[in-house]
């Protein structure tokens, strides 16, 4: 599971170019790099001068594999591309993106994490935020089961691991430019939680942007909700990255 695909672009240098890392879904115990193929190919198109790595992480389930492993395995990753910047020619203006359990991942390194490298903005596509109240007010009965399989308890029994592993737990006025992206009938992760978020970030000062589409589920979004998703996720980008304009 630790694999990463990179792509490098031409006519990179180290003192310019960003990287973009994204993170696959799956609630955490399923999904695949493979799944991204349609972000990778879409990102890759619209932001030419992007490195762009799209990873793997161990997955949870039966009792193996359980949180925090997933997001260490993310600071695994981070590490080892940080290792990699003048071997690969980048710099280290970084941004990450991922989508619903990939969401929650990339939330939780950039709002936690600060070395070895600090993200310049995070795109998050409906991803879980707060999994305490996930737990406590699911969108449907699954969602407490699956959340007692990728951590083995429950918020009652080990609030601590619930929060630390909550990306709203960790905002702060130094918390990177967010990008929320939801759909508002999301029936596996329900629009409250990019709400929650987008309520700690104001609170915070933080530079954001939510987008919500009304009428789209979890990530079966039509090709024109897509395009315009991904117009958002450009323009968000650059702005964040002035050099790529």
Avoid: C
């Avoid at 109240?133 to 083995?152: D, E, R, W």
């Amino acid at each position: 599971r630790h694999k990463m695909d990179v792509y490098l672009p031409a006519g990179r240098a180290a003192t310019t170019t960003p990287l973009l890392l994204l993170i696959h879904g799956g609630g955490w115990t399923s999904g695949d790099k493979a799944e991204m193929a349609a972000f990778v190919d879409t990102l890759r198109r619209r932001l030419p001068a992007f490195a762009v790595v799209n990873m793997n992480y161990r997955l949870a389930g039966n009792g193996v594999n359980l949180f925090p492993a997933q997001e260490n395995d993310v600071k695994l990753a981070v590490s080892f591309i940080h290792n990699k910047l003048a071997e690969w020619s980048i710099s280290d203006r970084w941004s990450v993106a991922g989508a619903s359990a990939g969401a929650h991942l990339a939330m939780l390194q950039a709002y936690k994490q600060t070395t070895p490298v600090k993200f310049r903005s995070v795109v998050n596509f409906f991803g879980p935020a707060n999994l305490v109240s996930f737990y406590n007010n699911p969108p449907n009965p699954l969602v407490p089961l699956l959340l007692f399989n990728v951590t083995g308890t429950t918020p009652a029994a080990n609030l601590a691991l619930y929060q630390q592993s909550s990306p709203v737990s960790f905002v702060t006025a130094a918390t990177p430019p967010t990008l929320l992206l939801h759909g508002g009938a999301d029936i596996v992760v329900p629009v409250s939680q990019s709400q929650q978020l987008r309520n700690a970030l104001e609170l915070a000062g933080v530079q954001h942007r939510f987008v919500l589409y009304p009428s789209g589920g979890h990530g079966d979004w039509d090709a024109a909700t897509y395009t315009n998703a991904f117009n958002e996720v450009e323009a968000f980008l650059k702005t964040y990255h002035p050099s790529q304009r």
